[in-house]
């Protein structure tokens, strides 16, 4: 069973260079999201999906874009990376396309450093 | 600002204490969860309460749900050093279904 799958686990980022961070999830779930975790912050919302074709944003999208074209994978694109942007990043998943009442699987985080 | 605020930030016992950490809002939700959080890994997800009033009963961890649906709190009986972690509340407000919001956490460290 993989579960919710993040790649990659580490990266380093230049200022201004762009990346897309990886998720994907076995699991048939409708509902994908993508957190940030800073120290002290607990996680913040960044964007979600309640299922294939929609996105929305969360408490803190800009400079973030996603897409789902499939119900498997929900990638987060770092348009132009800035330092701020140093976080550790998580996405979760659960059954249905909301997720009041519903457990959220996590991936394991990507840790992403821009200098 | 914090739609859900916890409290304590930090907590450091001693192995055998008691200890509550609470988590507070203004806003109404269809549903409060608490997870926990070991380094390196991601949040698990401990209990959902639906109802307000609600009591849940984990082990030595007790759950409870505010009777306006504002607020729950988590209360640990007897500590013990693998309690230690970070703890977050987590809920969907009313007005939103679509977004799930958490707390900054409480980080937990219960020493032997």
């Known amino acids: 069973n993989a579960g919710v799958t993040q790649t990659p686990k580490f990266q380093v980022l230049k200022t201004g260079q762009s990346m897309t961070l990886q998720c994907a999830q076995d699991?048939?779930?409708?509902?994908m999201s993508w957190y940030r975790q800073d120290p002290g912050m607990g996680l913040r919302l960044i964007h979600y999906?309640?299922?294939?074709?929609?996105?929305d944003q969360g408490e803190v999208p800009n400079g973030y874009n996603v897409s789902r074209s499939t119900t498997e994978d929900f990638p987060l694109r770092l348009l132009s990376a800035a330092p701020s942007q140093t976080s550790v990043y998580f996405c979760?998943?659960?059954?249905?396309?909301?997720?009041?009442?519903?457990?959220?699987?996590f991936g394991d985080g990507t840790r992403l450093s821009i200098l | 600002t914090q739609l859900l605020e916890q409290s304590p930030q930090f907590l450091s016992i001693q192995e055998g204490e008691n200890l509550t950490v609470y988590c507070n809002s203004s806003?109404?939700?269809?549903?409060l969860q608490w997870y926990r959080q070991e380094p390196g890994e991601g949040p698990v997800l401990l209990v959902t309460?639906?109802?307000?009033?609600e009591v849940k009963k984990l082990k030595r961890l007790t759950f409870q749900f505010g009777d306006a649906r504002k607020d729950s709190s988590l209360h640990i009986t007897a500590a013990q050093p693998g309690d230690t972690g970070l703890y977050l509340c987590?809920?969907?407000?009313?007005?939103?279904?679509?977004?799930?919001?958490f707390g900054r956490g409480t980080q937990l460290t219960v020493w032997p």
């Open positions: 987590a809920g969907v407000p009313v007005a939103t279904l679509g977004r799930l919001y």
């Open positions: 309460v639906v109802t307000g009033g």
């Open positions: 806003s109404v939700f269809s549903s």
């Open positions: 979760a998943s659960s059954p249905t396309y909301t997720p009041s009442n519903q457990p959220q699987h």
């Open positions: 699991m048939n779930h409708e509902y």
């Open positions: 999906s309640v299922g294939a074709g929609i996105t």
